[in-house]
């Protein structure tokens, strides 16, 4: 069993940065693929950013290629989106999801969910 709690969003305006954690509890983060995901009020739920068990592949979705960076830090069991130069469109709520069976870089498979974490940017 994997907990993942994310932690970081909060309110920022146009233009700012925030950076988005995602802690493990239960298992070792670093042997599994995470995902990042957001649904905003009335919308559904979208892929954002997606890094591999090694670390050695990203993928991010075309909106936020060149202002998001995900990144793992294996010591701390915990991966990390950076966001920056935020559009009032990236408002939504932020959730992470641990694949615990290594599936490719593009799968939309996940095993595991966090709560999520509020993100609102205003303009």
């Known amino acids: 069993q994997v907990q993942l709690v994310e932690s970081g969003g909060g309110l920022v305006q146009a233009g700012g940065s925030l950076r988005l954690a995602c802690a493990a509890s239960?298992?070792?983060?670093?042997?599994?693929?995470v995902g990042w995901f957001r649904q905003a009020p009335g919308k559904e739920r979208e892929f954002v950013a997606a890094i591999s068990w090694s670390g050695g592949s990203k993928l991010y979705r075309d909106s936020v290629k060149g202002r998001f960076t995900i990144s793992r830090d294996n010591a701390k069991n915990t991966v990390y989106l950076q966001m920056n130069s935020l559009k009032p469109e990236d408002t939504a709520v932020y959730y992470c999801?641990?694949?615990?069976?290594?599936?490719?870089?593009?799968?939309?498979?996940?095993?595991?969910w966090g709560q999520g974490t509020q993100v609102t940017v205003s303009s």
């Open positions: 999801s641990a694949d615990l069976r290594r599936r490719p870089i593009l799968s939309d498979e996940y095993d595991y």
């Open positions: 239960g298992r070792t983060l670093s042997d599994y693929r």
